[in-house]
RNA sequence: GGACCAUUAGCUCAGCUGGAUAGAGCGCUGCCCUCCGAAGGCAGAGGUCAGAGGUUCGAAUCCUCUAUGGUCCGCCA
């Protein structure tokens, strides 16, 4: 249940009578009404822009129609003023009974509060991470798998089901090389000295990697011709990287429902099959493509090739399926899998890619439009480059890999908690500064730090009424005189509560998970300011010497602390009994 | 040459898919601990929402152009 919900449809059918007494014309669009929070608290506690937006359809003067709405919506016993308002807007005060409703809600439902039913249920796929399995995860899968997995739990937290994937890129040319590098590892590991040339993985990770080949095969690949070899080693480092894979993501907490390979796609005609879909709806073709203008690649020559008409489906220009050769480009397997996610009966698809991927956004929806026959919608979400800082200073080097600061060596230096929390706390599509120093900074202007604080503040306060002797599980809580909740300082906690709901619905509608991070911090600055409140009202404090009058103060912190955990739970981020 | 993303306070960023006087943190100025954790809170100063047009009752938000920065652009995935 949402009250923002709940008051628009107030509206709505109270409009609906004033159609039925004659007031306004039959016919009338509802759906750009809102009933929503003013952004000046000043003006109420909700406002609606029913009567502007109805004026111009109905005729009328929006202050007509908005006179007559307000009177009877001052009928309800939940509203107990509405006023007229600038142009037109109509704004309500609420009865605190209302706000105090609230808490009594979140104590009942407990994290399952402002779960909602915006998913029905619907099957979404969320795929993100999706690393080529040639080495350890570094910060931008960082960031993308901790993107994925929040938008995942969130849209569960809305009601879809969510299956949460991972495709291993196992079938391409960088297998191969993954290969020969850990040849050269297992060259190494008999003692022989080796080069590592242009073109091959010189990071230390592989070294394991040649150890346990040299474990499993003693001395069967040596001096033998790739050819005798390289088959074995793709599958064997591919297995090994995966598990290297697996064991990073789970140390940042993310779990993965299916591991999806690339190679499953190859000799089983799932491919063809994908692209004969395309063919029979006429969007596969011989063709020549232009040459990209401005840019001109030295070794340009006009070539035919087996094309897919992406234009057809808001593409810029059309894709190439087939290499010269004749094998596949990367793009025909990906045109399959998406094909098979169509075929699973997922009703919406969602990618998590890295920003330079941001050219491969249209053709991929343009392959998923075509194959679902315009069915299922693709949503691909981009996530944008971190910038890693460490005393304000940048550095890229990490130990283990050579060239790039892995996700090991983030989660390592400040813990998962830290390292999701921070990584949500930008939208998606913009650059992301990540300052090893400053995120383990236990201040205000650390976001993950306030948040935890306002939940382990809240933690002491129910320590202390335990020692004070003061029941106050969730239970009694819930059971407490809330109407004691009457200060506008508590009503305006309580108000920020009742958004929730209605945030995790708007997140969940864009498929922006970094408005749960925002919405906790705000929550907690009026934790905070509530909580100082008590320094000069000491009737605001939590622990008060009549045990009802407290039950009721703390039926109010611990439903704060409540949604912290759901949202944080969201998050995927552990909420704080207590600082350390 | 083209595509995509960004541009909001001195700095780092939000802005609930078109609403009222555009909000936080840092920094700056001035305050608040005999008090549940001051690791916190309150107040003040600070803005031509990159620029120019357009759409309408109403634009930071939608459309067009321009500027700046980033990512990318046939046989790498």
């Known amino acids: 249940m949402n009250l923002f919900a709940e008051i628009r449809?107030?509206?709505?059918?109270?409009?609906?009578?004033?159609?039925?007494?004659?007031?306004?014309?039959?016919?009338?669009?509802?759906?750009?009404?809102?009933?929503?929070?003013?952004?000046?608290?000043?003006?109420?506690?909700?406002?609606?822009?029913?009567?502007?937006?109805?004026?111009?359809?109905?005729?009328?003067?929006?202050?007509?129609?908005?006179?007559?709405?307000?009177?009877?919506?001052?009928?309800?016993?939940?509203?107990?003023?509405?006023?007229?308002?600038?142009?037109?807007?109509?704004?309500?005060?609420?009865?605190?009974?209302?706000?105090?409703?609230?808490?009594k809600t979140v104590l009942s439902e407990g994290t399952a509060f402002g779960r909602g039913t915006l998913g029905q249920g619907k099957k979404v796929n969320v795929e993100y991470v999706s690393a080529n399995p040639t080495g350890p995860l570094h910060v931008g899968h960082t960031r993308g798998a901790v993107f994925g997995d929040a938008l995942a739990s969130l849209l569960d937290f809305a009601g879809y089901d969510v299956t949460r994937e991972y495709y291993i890129n196992d079938g391409g040319a960088q297998v191969d090389v993954l290969a020969r590098s850990v040849y050269l590892r297992y060259q190494e590991a008999h003692g022989q000295e080796v080069a590592f040339p242009d073109g091959t993985y010189p990071g230390d990770y592989l070294i394991a990697v040649g150890e346990a080949l040299k474990d499993k095969v003693g001395d069967a690949y040596l001096d033998k011709g790739e050819q005798f070899w390289i088959s074995d080693i793709r599958e064997f480092a591919t297995e090994k990287m995966m598990e290297l894979i697996r064991s990073d993501l789970k140390a940042l907490g993310v779990e993965m429902d299916v591991f999806y390979s690339e190679k499953s796609l190859y000799g089983t005609g799932r491919i063809e099959a994908a692209l004969q879909d395309l063919k029979d709806k006429g969007l596969i073709y011989e063709g020549v493509l232009e040459p990209p203008k401005g840019k001109k690649p030295e070794d340009w020559e006009p070539r035919e090739q087996t094309l897919f008409k992406s234009t057809d489906h808001g593409d810029d220009v059309d894709r190439p399926v087939m290499k010269s050769d004749g094998g596949w480009t990367y793009f025909a397997?990906?045109?399959?899998?998406?094909?098979?996610?169509?075929?699973?009966?997922?009703?919406?698809?969602?990618?998590?890619?890295?920003a330079d991927h941001g050219g491969y956004v249209k053709r991929m929806k343009a392959a998923v439009s075509a194959l679902s026959g315009g069915t299922v919608p693709l949503d691909i979400k981009l996530t944008q480059l971190v910038k890693l800082f460490k005393n304000g200073e940048p550095f890229k080097m990490s130990k283990r890999a050579g060239t790039f600061v892995t996700l090991r060596d983030v989660v390592d230096q400040v813990g998962p908690d830290v390292t999701r929390f921070v990584m949500l706390t930008r939208k998606n599509d913009a650059m992301l500064d990540f300052d090893f120093?400053?995120?383990?900074?236990?201040?205000?202007?650390?976001?993950?730090?306030?948040?935890?604080?306002?939940?382990?503040?809240?933690?002491?306060?129910?320590?202390?009424?335990?020692e004070a002797g003061i029941a106050a599980d969730d239970a009694t809580l819930a059971g407490a005189d809330l109407s004691l909740l009457d200060h506008d300082s508590e009503l305006g906690v309580l108000r920020k509560l009742g958004e929730w709901p209605r945030l995790v619905e708007t997140a969940a509608r864009t498929n922006e998970p970094h408005r749960v991070a925002f919405y906790l911090y705000e929550l907690a600055a009026d934790l905070h300011g509530h909580w100082n409140k008590g320094n000069e009202v000491p009737s605001l404090r939590f622990i008060q010497d009549d045990a009802a009058t407290a039950q009721a103060k703390i039926a109010l912190a611990r439903a704060t602390a409540i949604v912290i955990a759901a949202g944080l739970g969201i998050l995927g981020v552990t909420p704080a009994e207590e600082m350390r």
Do not use: C
């Open 437 to 466: 120093d400053k995120v383990l900074e236990q201040s205000r202007e650390n976001p993950v730090f306030y948040v935890q604080y306002a939940h382990a503040r809240v933690a002491s306060v129910l320590r202390k009424a335990a």
């Open 9 to 103: 449809d107030l509206i709505t059918s109270t409009l609906d009578q004033m159609v039925s007494a004659g007031t306004l014309p039959e016919g009338l669009n509802f759906d750009p009404i809102t009933a929503e929070p003013p952004r000046d608290p000043a003006h109420g506690d909700m406002a609606t822009n029913a009567a502007m937006v109805l004026a111009k359809p109905a005729g009328m003067k929006p202050r007509d129609i908005a006179e007559v709405l307000a009177a009877k919506l001052a009928e309800d016993p939940r509203v107990t003023s509405a006023e007229i308002a600038g142009p037109g807007f109509l704004n309500l005060r609420l009865a605190p009974s209302v706000w105090q409703e609230i808490a």
């Open 333 to 354: 397997p990906d045109i399959a899998y998406h094909y098979d996610k169509v075929q699973r009966g997922f009703d919406q698809l969602i990618d998590v890619f890295g």
